[in-house]
């Protein structure tokens, strides 16, 4: 299980999704699955860059619509009055964000965790308070409120080493990026950054490496269904 | 373009500001228009975006993105924040846990963004007429690639495969700067 560090993540945000996030479109849950990738991956970072240009460029052969002929001179006054009204300085960190000790998170695994900060204002607690919830064996989760995409669920999942998923399919589009040690399953394995989009055709099995516990952030468009024998007896107690 | 914008981070100049304002504030109300917005809230949502550039010109980096692409990102967010009410959970370049560069491609020199965005332009110019029309329906019309599929009536996997296809032109119409 070689983890492939310099080359940043082997399994990426498909392109469409890039331009979605780019343009505005994607719902708020996909596009921190979209932020927190492109934390930990140089390769779809540049094609974000490009991305924007390409939303300046077209921005620039926009047909103009003229604005009110005082428009600008509102504007400014506007600037006026709000810098006359005393400002009081601002602190200089920004809501929103924690700088809580993340290495708390997992104890298992690699003693330099971080969270890619774009996930950090989604949290409901400080990372090491975080109310995991029991999702059967070895696997525990935590729904996160992010957006307000009816129907799309957000959810922290933590695998425990060598610990499995039950097998299962998806009734939508289940989209799970690895945040910290990773996984296997019938398409390949899985480490910090790679990105697994599942739908209807995919009936998996993730697994958890050995080597400690598995941490990812999932949004579910619908729920899963447990395919396995016993899956199929847990499927009314495992909410997912 | 982008000195002028020097010139309202570090003087506060008003006569650059008019100038920027001059150019692209139109533009922008014109884009929050075909977004979805009406005129009105178009026009006061163009003033708010013009608002953060005066106020925010200090962290416009030329190196990184041309004035339009800056502005393009500032107007972008709002219009999320007005159609979906939704945030947008953005990418910093800061982020202790970033895999690589935070500027991925450090521009040479100071104007290398501004260059950019011109061979940019003419690249978009040439792309096939089926491809340039998604990607104006993607950032025009409010409209993820799936949606883009329903009203066009394509299938996602054509829709995604033009998208790839007019992504890799533009890329490699920028190649490396020498
Ligand atoms: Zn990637
Ligand atoms: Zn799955």
Redesign the pocket.
């Known amino acids: 299980m070689e983890h492939h560090e310099t080359m ?2 082997q ?3 498909p392109e469409a999704w ?1 331009v979605d996030y780019a343009a505005g479109t994607l719902d708020e849950a996909n596009a921190l699955l979209v932020a927190c ?2 934390a ?6 540049e ?1 974000l860059r490009l991305l924007d240009a390409t939303g300046g460029a077209l921005l620039e052969d926009q047909a103009p619509v003229a604005l009110a002929d005082d428009a600008l001179a509102t504007l400014f006054a506007r600037i006026d009055a709000e810098d006359a009204a005393a400002e009081p300085a601002r602190p200089g960190h920004r809501p929103g964000h924690q700088t809580v000790d993340l290495d708390a998170l997992l104890p298992a695994g690699d003693g330099t965790l971080r969270l890619p900060r774009p996930l950090l204002a989604y949290l409901p607690t400080a990372p090491q308070d975080l109310p995991w919830r029991w999702n059967g064996p070895g696997v525990h989760v935590i729904d996160l409120a992010v957006g307000r995409h009816p129907g799309t669920r957000t959810v922290l999942m933590k695998i425990g080493a060598g610990r499995a998923m039950p097998q299962h399919t998806h009734k939508g589009t289940e989209a799970l990026m690895v945040l910290a040690g990773g996984y296997r399953d019938e398409s390949g394995d899985f480490f910090p ?1 790679d ?1 697994a989009i599942s739908t209807g055709e995919v009936d998996h099995r993730p697994i958890a490496h050995d080597d400690g516990e598995c941490l990812c952030l999932a949004v579910l468009d619908a729920p899963i269904s447990l395919t396995g024998t016993v899956g199929r007896l847990l499927n009314p107690f495992i909410r997912f | 373009m982008a000195d002028l914008m020097v010139l309202v981070a570090h003087d506060r100049d008003r006569r650059a500001f008019a100038e920027l304002y001059a150019w692209f504030a139109p533009r922008v109300k014109g884009f929050l228009i075909r977004r979805g917005l009406d005129a009105q809230r178009a026009e006061e949502v163009t003033q708010e975006a013009m608002l953060t550039v005066w106020r925010k010109a200090d962290r416009f980096d030329r190196r990184q993105a041309s004035v339009a692409t800056w502005i393009f990102t500032i107007a972008r967010n709002r219009s999320i924040d007005e159609l979906r009410r939704e945030k947008r959970p953005e990418i910093e370049l800061d982020d202790p846990t970033l895999v690589g560069d935070g500027l991925a491609q450090p521009a040479e020199t100071a104007y290398a963004a501004g260059q950019e965005a011109e061979r940019l332009k003419a690249a978009i110019g040439t792309l096939p007429e089926e491809q340039a029309r998604l990607l104006h329906m993607a950032f025009f019309e409010d409209k993820s690639h799936s949606a883009i599929a329903e009203s066009e009536d394509l299938p996602l996997g054509t829709v995604k495969s033009r998208l790839r296809l007019a992504l890799s032109k533009l890329r490699a119409a920028l190649g490396p700067v020498h």
């Open positions: 940043g993540p399994h990426h945000m890039l990738h492109a930990l991956c140089p390769t779809c970072r094609t950054g990105v």
